[in-house]
């Protein structure tokens, strides 16, 4: 897959800020132009619950984080980068202005996308020197964590910038949509416009509250549309017989006066400030960062609870997260041996995520053990067990844990493991991991733990191969000289 190697980002708001979020965390490189006074904070606040959305979304190893640099001018923000995406206001002579600026200064080669929700690139695009390379790439927010963009091309837009533009986004976790016509609105505001109109209407006529009706789409409809989306759940909604007979039964409704659709509604002051104290008391005194926090953990629940549909195979959003996890853990395996082997190996860092906690606020018992487990893996990624290597059809199977708490991991709190090879084998690798306060160095828990070398297509334990022996052996050498773990051989109740 082609990759993007440094992005710039014209505009930091909501969407701005989450794009960067989404670069950096690709480990891209990301320059920023935003004259906005705040951009910085704004940035770093989206940056921050992007990371903590991440720590809940995946255990894949994510590559090292871009780096982000603020610039004073748009010419110095876009000068190297390979990716240009506009997120300024909503505005036609102003974005007009700053795309063709951008234009100006860009490489040659350099691919610009514009994050506008309903301007039409042609018209975007009219002054541009080489407007061959502009495109809408129409996100949704948060962008860190919805993976879609709508990419659509102007009358001057090349074929060859729409198959660049979809082949980069698989390696930062986002599915591209080519929209074959360019259209106001495009295709997802078009529908959310027609939802939204509606839903004005059943307000200003006192059917229902702001709340009741949030209630109706994210109870029902709405979590069949996060797996499934419209047309294919009303084929369901058809039995047996499907989509036809699901129209020929459905289809007379679209002529009875249901809805208001063609008819607007005055969204004058009286109805403004109705939706404004009725949404208020639905937020309950929450912040907007808070909602952003909260809606990350929910989404982040949707996604991981997709990744395991289909019978483990993954399910719309979650299939693509399941296959961008695969490319990180492909790209995070075979690390280089560690220059000091002769002491145990940190191999995880990582923060108590809010998902990691229980009422306490305290680590609960199963992220101790999947740190633990991320740790193993880490040391089998270090001595070629990666995977490719698993795919292959061999791996070390975990067949006996003890795992120790000592301490408390809280929420927020900065964590870290270390690995020391007790003994190894041709078919055994027995480790002792330690959990760690990466601030103060104290211990937080234990683990003992003895893998297997399998065949797993043959569901027994084989001999590894020389390669991986050879790492091994190397690692349980240096260990050797290590001082016998306190805690090693314990078993449940027994005394110290």
Known sequence: MTKISKAACIGGGVIGGGWIARFLLAGIDVDVFDPHPEASRIVGEVIANAEKAYAMLTGAPLPPRGRLRFCQTLVEAVTDADWIQESVPERLDLKRGVLTEIDAAARPDALIGSSTSGLLPTDLQRDMRHPERLFVAHPYNPVYLLPLVEIVGGEKTSAATIRATMERLPPIGMKGVHIAKEIEAFVGDRLLEALWREALWLIHDDICTVETLDDVIRYSFGLRWAQMGLFQTYRIAGGEAGMRHFLAQFGPCLAWPWTKLTD???????????????????????????????????????????????????????????????????????????????????????????????????????????????????????????????????????????????????????????????????????????????????LIATAEQMLLHVDSKAGKAVAAPAAVLDRVKAIAASHAELALPEGAGRHVGQRR
């Open 264 to 442: 607007v509604v005055d969204l004058d002051e009286a109805l403004i400030e109705k939706i404004g104290r009725q949404s208020d008391e639905q937020a309950a005194g929450l912040s907007i960062r808070e909602l952003e926090r909260i809606r990350d953990e929910n989404l982040v629940g949707i996604l991981q609870a997709l990744k395991g549909g289909d019978g483990g195979k993954g399910w719309g959003a979650g299939k693509l997260l399941k296959d961008f996890e695969r490319t990180l853990w492909a790209e995070g395996g075979g690390e280089a041996m560690p220059a000091d082997p002769s002491r145990p190996l940190r191999l995880v860092e990582t923060k108590v995520s809010p998902a990691w906690v229980d009422y306490n606020g305290h680590m609960t018992e199963h992220r101790y053990l999947q740190v633990f487990g991320d740790t193993s893996d880490a040391l089998l990624r270090l001595v070629g067990v990666d995977l490719a290597y698993v795919e292959a059809g061999h791996s070390y199977y975990t067949v006996e844990s003890h795992i120790r708490h000592l301490g408390e991991a809280k929420l927020g709190q900065a964590i870290h493991s270390a690995c020391q090879i007790l003994s190894a084998d041709e078919k055994r690798l027995h480790v002792f991991h330690t959990l760690h306060d990466t601030a103060t160095g104290e």
